[in-house]
């Protein structure tokens, strides 16, 4: 098994606008150490380390962590794809091989369409040449750009973070327009979607029958050959634990035969980011 989706961070390091005071549970450091007991409980071998903050220097210090710890088997970093040097920042960046993948972190941008803008054109195209994914860590109001995105980029692998953090909660069935965004960003072979997030998009109060019609919806418009399962730990101690969702997930996956189960859980996330076998 792999994590597809967890992050690490130190806050002394100084540059994370968040986590902050108003998620407690998680405003202290998290690393190799407090995962690696979780990973060893659930079975999981590697793990996808992501960004968590839109700083260089804190690519840097993930792609120094995964270099002294074994069980990841990838970073997604950040870098301005705006930025007049941003190609020459991703060459650095990638000189390292354990850099899979870039995340703008677009969920933050007040521009709905920013990462439609020409100055992004170059960085984007550069990231397809070298075989770099691409993080898409939006809502709902971006699922039409990132089709517009995926289209004028179809050699650049495009992986949707949290299933583009859907309304869910409460009973609500799946909104309209989410379902037909995510179908149509399913047409496109380039696009895929992660299984994750799902939980601390409610808070602690989920319960399974606020998840099982997204996630069959997600299943149903990718297949499990296009769909990765992620933690998003520690962000999911806010509604959770590491291994309880684990358990969720295989929930929402038991109408899937071993083999897409294996995909899931393990062979998407090995094919989208080019890994290895551990």
């Not at 439609?116 to 040449?129: F, T």
């Not at 069935?173 to 072979?189: E, K, Q």
Request: contains cysteine; charged residues 15%; aromatic residues 8%.
């Amino acid at each position: 098994m792999i994590d597809a989706h967890q992050h690490f961070w130190r806050l002394d390091r100084g540059d994370y606008d968040w986590p902050n005071a108003s998620v407690s549970a998680i405003f202290r450091d998290f690393g190799p150490a407090d995962l690696a007991p979780l990973l060893a409980a659930a079975g999981v071998r590697q793990t996808v380390l992501v960004q968590a903050t839109p700083t260089v220097t804190e690519t840097e210090y993930l792609l120094g962590l995964a270099r002294d710890t074994s069980f990841v088997a990838g970073v997604v970093g950040w870098v301005d794809l705006t930025a007049a040097d941003a190609v020459a920042v991703i060459d650095r960046l990638r000189a390292d091989p354990a850099l899979k993948g870039l995340r703008p972190m677009l969920q933050s941008i007040a521009e709905t369409d920013w990462i439609l803008q020409s100055a992004a054109d170059l960085a984007l195209r550069h990231m397809a040449a070298t075989g770099l994914r691409f993080d898409a860590l939006i809502q709902p109001r971006h699922l039409s750009t990132l089709a517009t995105l995926a289209r004028r980029h179809p050699d650049l692998p495009i992986v949707i973070d949290h299933m583009a953090k859907p309304r869910m909660g409460g009973g609500q069935a799946p909104d309209a327009n989410w379902r037909t965004g995510i179908a149509a960003l399913a047409a496109l072979p380039n696009v895929w979607c992660k299984l994750s997030g799902m939980i601390t998009e409610i808070g602690p109060s989920w319960a399974s029958s606020d998840l099982a019609a997204h996630a069959a919806h997600v299943l149903d418009c990718f297949g499990p050959g296009r769909v990765m399962w992620g933690s998003d730990w520690p962000v999911v101690n806010l509604a959770g634990d590491y291994g309880g969702w684990l358990t969720q997930a295989h929930a929402l996956a038991v109408g899937l035969s071993p083999a897409e189960t294996a995909q899931l859980f393990d062979g998407t996330a090995r094919a989208f980011y080019g890994l290895g076998q551990p």
